[in-house]
């Protein structure tokens, strides 16, 4: 008889141990994030105090930004001179193009007024040949007078010379006019240039505007989110560097719960699962928990690229698993400080009645927690 139990004790000790898994590397964690200072530069204010409450948008810290405001200062004015120099450089080639099209047309109009009197003038001649001939036939059968020939003779003399002066002065207009045309092209190329360069000046000029400006910002820094401010130790008059200076934890994150576990229990632990939590921070307390994933690699695993084969003189420890958890209910009017240790038990599939040993387990270690051993 006193061997069955025996043997059965063991049996139950062995299922316990293995279905029901337990670990006291159980720590409190959350996700800090690190309030950087985007600039260097000179601390004057320091707005928050150590493991005080901040709402989104609050000052946390001032930096000096009167550095930053002369470079603003020096990039908007060197921006607004670009733009003024640029935009004179293009209404001067317009009105450039302006006078040179106004030129062409005046030139223009010139040889249409040259061309109309050219036609006048070959229609005068025209007419006066004409009398000229029909003048000569009739002095020609003594009908005629030679004055009248005479007359005419000199009007086509004249006429004709006329018209030889007007086709020169219309050449000449030509000429004028192919200038006026090329000098308008001319123009025009340098108004296009002075309009597509103006966007490229004022683009390089405006970014730094944009990054000055964006310096200037970043010397007032301002919580992320709702939250707490840990471990401030920030001054006024402390020199900074761009980097780290405080530490945040958002109110939103809710606290997680990292295990470290044997490998054992790697294809035991299930996601989803109950478990229970016991802290020292907690005397006689046992907060409930449900696993949500099982980390699928530890750094001991990873592999780098070094150039080289990798070699080992001996067996490496095993590693221990990291199993995730999240605490529900019960722990909102405790203080559970993140990096809080303690142990845990997890509630297998199999074997599930075995889990109240887990409990009289857990909850005698809870207990002893209310005598202090350290100090």
């Not at 249409?112 to 040949?129: P, R, V």
């Not at 200037?216 to 401030?232: E, S």
């Amino acid at each position: 008889v006193g061997a069955v139990g025996f043997i059965g004790l063991l049996v139950v000790l062995f299922g316990m141990n293995y279905t029901q898994p337990f670990s006291i590397g159980m720590t409190v964690s959350g996700l800090v994030t690190q309030i950087e200072a985007r600039v260097p530069g000179k601390v004057i204010e320091v707005d928050v105090k150590d493991d005080s409450f901040v709402r989104k948008g609050e000052v946390l810290f001032k930096m000096d930004p009167q550095p930053y405001v002369d470079q603003l200062h020096h990039a908007q004015a060197a921006y607004a001179e670009a733009e003024i120099r640029t935009s004179t450089a293009i209404l001067q080639t317009t009105q450039t193009v302006n006078s040179a099209s106004a030129q062409v047309q005046a030139v223009q109009a010139q040889i249409q007024a040259t061309q109309a009197a050219i036609g006048a003038t070959e229609s005068q001649l025209n007419l006066a040949k004409t009398r000229l001939k029909e003048y000569t036939e009739l002095k020609s059968k003594n009908a005629g007078s030679l004055f009248e020939v005479e007359r005419y003779e000199t009007d086509v003399k004249s006429l004709t010379d006329q018209v030889a002066a007007q086709n020169q002065q219309v050449a000449a207009q030509k000429q004028q006019l192919a200038a006026a045309q090329a000098q308008l092209v001319q123009a025009q190329t340098a108004h296009q240039e002075a309009v597509s360069i103006q966007p490229d000046v004022l683009a390089g000029l405006k970014a730094e505007v944009t990054g000055a400006q964006w310096s200037v910002d970043q010397t007032t820094a301002v919580a992320p989110d709702d939250g707490y401010m840990t471990q401030v130790t920030l001054q006024p008059g402390t020199m900074v560097s761009i980097g780290p200076v405080m530490a945040f934890i958002s109110q939103r994150s809710k606290p997680l719960l990292v295990v470290t576990v044997m490998q054992n229990y790697v294809n035991v632990v299930k996601p989803g699962a109950e478990a229970e939590v016991a802290t020292p921070a907690l005397p006689g307390k046992i907060l409930h928990a449900r696993v949500l994933a099982i980390e699928k690699a530890t750094g001991s695993g990873a592999l780098y690229p070094e150039g080289r084969l990798k070699r080992a003189y001996e067996p490496a420890f095993s590693d221990r698993m990291y199993v995730i958890l999240n605490l529900e209910g019960g722990y909102k009017d405790a203080i559970l400080p993140i990096g809080t240790n303690g142990w845990i038990s997890i509630q297998g599939e199999e074997w599930k009645d075995l889990f109240i040993i887990r409990r009289v387990i857990m909850r005698w270690y809870t207990w002893t927690n209310y005598v202090f051993t350290g100090y």
